[in-house]
């Protein structure tokens, strides 16, 4: 499997956190689009990235590549709680850092720490909070850290400059683990991801898809709308429900929307992270399932 790299990132925790994955030989890659592409090429069977963080919202290079470009099935979702520190060369002061270096979406989430307490510091991008600290400990400079994990503190020599700068508590990010094919069985808490791009862009056009759901007591865990690319103001959804396309509610919805919509792209259904995921509704099933039968038995009726 592929994962992105070097060694210390936030997305190597994820994968340690699942001991199936952890067995398994694992290949770090400088950039997320690398490991989506190398999953999608062949190069590895399974390719692990972030997609969402609690304080930055979505990883859109993960979103727009699996809803727009490849042919990827989410396998697992994984949720790992995220603390930053800003790591500098041993001795360094926070007081002297005039730049501060990592993955955009890791500087997104300490914007308030950066202003109010490196005012002036200039912030680049990275390709991994790893990558950042690697990049730190091999120039040596004072004046530049990186944001990451505490584990690429012992890992590259560095100094932790400033412990937990995320500006809010509970921060999380959020995993997906993919691979070319196949879709996990159905666990009884599973979620499901689809892009739907919509037939028309008319008044009440999103609201005619999320009915879709509404009207099946689907609950919806993520909304995005991302653009197509194909002009200012066209854009698409994507969109995490609660269930598995085993599901025959999930099923009957897809059915709906694809026969609806102008195109719906299914990104795989899987288990819902944590213990508590989102419990399929039951009882929305029966319900279904008795109205099926019963519709069935009325048309059993009809003389032809
Ligand atoms: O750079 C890393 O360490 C990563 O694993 C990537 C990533 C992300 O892109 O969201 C993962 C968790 C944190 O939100 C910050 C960075």
Same mark, same amino acid.
């Given at each position: 499997?592929?994962?992105l790299g070097?060694?210390?990132?936030f997305?190597?925790?994820a994968?340690?956190s699942q001991?199936d994955l952890a067995?398994l030989?694992?290949?770090?890659?400088p950039?997320i689009?690398d490991?989506? #592409?190398a999953t999608?090429a062949?190069?590895?069977d399974?390719g692990?990235v972030p997609?969402?963080?609690a304080i930055?919202?979505?990883?859109?290079v993960? *979103?727009?590549?699996l /809803?727009?470009?490849?042919d990827l099935?989410i396998q697992?979702?994984?949720?790992?709680?995220?603390? *930053?520190n800003?790591?500098?060369?041993?001795?360094?002061?926070?007081e002297?850092?005039?730049e501060?270096?990592?993955?955009g979406?890791a500087?997104?989430?300490c914007?308030? =720490?950066?202003?109010e307490?490196?005012p002036g510091?200039?912030v680049? #991008?990275a390709?991994?909070t790893a990558?950042?600290a690697?990049?730190?400990a091999?120039d040596g400079d004072?004046?530049?850290?990186?944001i $990451?994990?505490?584990?690429a /503190?012992?890992?590259?020599g560095?100094d932790?400059?400033?412990?937990?700068?995320?500006d809010?508590?509970?921060?999380q990010?959020?995993f997906?683990?993919v691979?070319?094919? $196949?879709?996990?069985?159905?666990?009884g808490?599973?979620k499901s991801?689809v892009?739907?791009f919509?037939?028309a862009d008319?008044?009440? +056009?999103l609201?005619s898809?999320?009915q879709? =759901?509404a #009207?099946?007591?689907?609950?919806?865990s993520k909304?995005?709308?991302?653009?197509?690319?194909r002009?200012? $103001?066209?854009?698409?959804f994507i969109i995490?429900?609660?269930g598995?396309?085993?599901d025959?509610l999930?099923?009957d919805?897809l059915?709906d929307?694809r +026969?609806?919509?102008?195109?719906?792209?299914f990104? $795989?259904s899987?288990p819902?992270a944590?213990d508590?995921?989102?419990?399929?509704?039951?009882?929305?099933?029966?319900?279904?399932k008795?109205?099926e039968?019963?519709v069935?038995?009325?048309r059993?009726?009809?003389?032809?």
């Open positions: 499997m592929a994962y070097p060694a210390a990132t997305n190597q925790q994968l340690l001991p067995a030989d694992a290949r770090p890659l950039t689009g490991v989506l #592409a999608a062949g190069d590895v399974l692990l997609i969402e963080n930055e919202g979505s990883v859109t993960t *979103l727009d590549m /809803a727009f470009e490849l099935l697992r979702e994984i949720v790992i709680d995220v603390s *930053l800003l790591l500098g060369v041993r001795g360094a002061r926070l002297d850092v005039r501060v270096t990592s993955i979406v500087t997104a989430q914007r308030r =720490f950066i202003i307490h490196l510091a200039v680049t #991008a390709n991994s990558e950042a690697q990049r730190v091999k004072p004046s530049v850290a990186a $990451g994990t505490a584990l /503190a012992e890992v590259y560095l932790v400059l400033a412990p937990e700068v995320e809010h508590p509970g921060n990010t959020r997906v683990l691979a070319r094919e $196949g879709v996990p069985a159905p666990t808490h599973d991801t892009v739907v919509q037939r008319v008044p009440g +056009s609201l898809i999320l879709e =759901f #009207a099946r007591a689907i609950n919806l909304l995005e709308s991302r653009p197509t690319k002009g200012l $103001g066209d854009y698409c995490d429900l609660e598995h396309v085993d025959e999930v099923a919805c059915r929307l +026969s609806k919509q102008a195109d719906v792209r990104l $795989g899987y819902a944590g508590h995921g989102p419990a399929l509704r039951r009882e929305n099933v029966a319900a279904w008795a109205a039968e019963w069935a038995a009325l059993g009726q009809v003389r032809h």
